[in-house]
């Protein structure tokens, strides 16, 4: 599964890409991520923790800065994990890209992940969607962090938090349901419009489409 995202921080791109590099820096802002020292080779061992509805996965792994261009300000980044006792896995690779974007910078990253057992039962749009909404928290806190002074403690620098279960899962099949009616609001964008061109007298919905 590949996924394509972008945001934008406040800050000039050679520093914006120095903080991201900053694994230990990073971590605090991916939710449910603890990261421990790295050994000889840079790799660090770590966790992710996620909590989707009923289900919670600590993946135990280890990632790494496999590739890095400070002239061009790109990085590729690795990490592979398991949980469940070895059932469930995941492994990522990400394609970082830092952009100058007027007086900020525009982050671009390129992430492969390949997820296998129980969360992978949910479906690839499910887990897009919880990506790119956990991407989107973590932006938030990079950029809060790198507007913090350059004297700040660690105490006083934001983090991410714990990925929340309930409300997470709620959030993303609330906003997948609000996008599936405005979808069949207009005649001939939603699902299956192309199959169903005359629609039931009174809009009624008997489970057929």
């Given at each position: ?8 921080v ?53 990632v790494r ?24 896995t ?103 419009a ?16």
């Amino acid at each position: 599964m590949r996924l394509t995202d972008e945001f934008t921080v406040h800050t000039a791109p050679d520093r914006a890409y120095a903080m991201l590099l900053d694994l230990p820096r990073v971590a605090p802002c991916v939710p449910g991520a603890e990261l421990d020292s790295p050994d000889a080779d840079g790799v660090h061992p770590g966790r992710v923790s996620v909590k989707l509805g009923p289900m919670k996965f600590v993946y135990a792994g280890r990632v790494r800065i496999a590739e890095r261009d400070e002239a061009a300000r790109t990085a590729v980044i690795e990490g592979e994990g398991k949980a469940g006792g070895g059932q469930d896995t995941a492994k990522v690779r990400s394609v970082m890209e830092v952009l100058a974007d007027g007086d900020g910078s525009r982050v671009r990253i390129t992430t492969d992940l390949d997820i296998k057992g129980r969360a992978a039962q949910m479906g690839q749009g499910v887990i897009t969607d919880v990506s790119r909404r956990l991407i989107s928290q973590a932006a938030a806190c990079i950029e809060a962090r790198l507007a913090a002074p350059d004297n700040a403690g660690e105490a006083d620098l934001p983090t991410a938090g714990p990925v929340g279960g309930i409300s997470l899962m709620a959030s993303v099949v609330g906003d997948r349901v609000r996008g599936l009616a405005t979808n069949r609001g207009g005649r001939g964008t939603g699902p299956g419009a192309a199959d169903d061109p005359d629609p039931k007298p009174g809009g009624a919905d008997d489970g057929s489409r």
